[in-house]
């Protein structure tokens, strides 16, 4: 059990090594971010259970992942725009919003995937997830020629021969309900998820 931490419930799913790229505005979430800019401290990311991600504090599911911010900026005045990174899984035990309805709750670090690697059946998504990614640093170059490649959608290093990084990463780009990814980042085995996401993309015909 760790001390509580302040939960932000959104409508998307962080895997390990993820990043997500936010929008902050409301007064509760920009305090949340000062403070974990301040204090080197990560926040927690959930999945949207019930409610909205503005207004009333909405509920998250059970099962998120620790954020961690790797960059900021506020172009625009009361807008902060930040780009976190994700580590450790962990279960809520117990929640309670505060008095500007940020959640905050003691939780339960889950075990990091073992780094297993990629059996031979699982070829197939590590040729996709390599061309998918070859296309978004195309599309960063040819945006900004000359500019360092960072701030991709997909941080490095890259590890294809990891068989939860390869899931985890497939995960995020497959265009499939926030259910079914928060249902596959619970998974306590890399290779069960990957085995998932490798059978859906056969399914639908495009490995």
């Known amino acids: 059990m760790t001390a509580p931490i302040p939960i932000f419930p959104l409508n998307a799913v962080l895997f390990p090594d993820g990043i997500l790229s936010l929008r902050v505005f409301e007064a ?3 305090d949340m971010v000062r403070d974990s800019l301040k ?4 926040f ?3 999945l949207i259970r019930k409610g909205r991600e503005t207004g009333a504090p909405a509920e998250p599911e059970v099962v998120g992942c620790l954020a961690s911010i790797t960059h900021w900026d506020m172009e625009q005045l009361g807008v902060l725009n930040i780009r976190v990174r ?5 279960r809520i035990l117990n929640i309670n919003p505060d008095a500007q309805g940020l959640h905050h709750a003691v939780t339960q670090p889950l075990a990091a995937d073992p780094a297993r690697p990629i059996g031979a059946q699982a070829a197939a998504c590590v040729t996709l997830l390599r061309r998918v990614i070859g296309e978004i640093e195309e599309k ?6 000359g500019e360092a490649m960072d701030n991709l959608p997909i941080a490095t290093p890259y590890r294809f021969d990891n068989a939860a ?4 990463r497939l995960c995020e780009v497959l265009q499939i309900p926030l259910k ?4 596959l980042m619970e998974l306590d085995d890399a290779e069960v998820r990957l085995s998932l996401v490798q059978q859906y993309l056969q399914q639908h015909k495009v490995i």
């Open 28 to 30: 509760r979430y920009m």
């Open 39 to 42: 204090n080197e401290t990560p």
């Open 44 to 46: 927690g990311v959930c």
């Open 86 to 90: 994700g580590s450790e899984r962990f």
């Open 140 to 145: 960063k170059r040819a945006q900004n020629p």
């Open 165 to 168: 990084w390869v899931a985890n």
């Open 180 to 183: 079914a990814k928060q249902k």
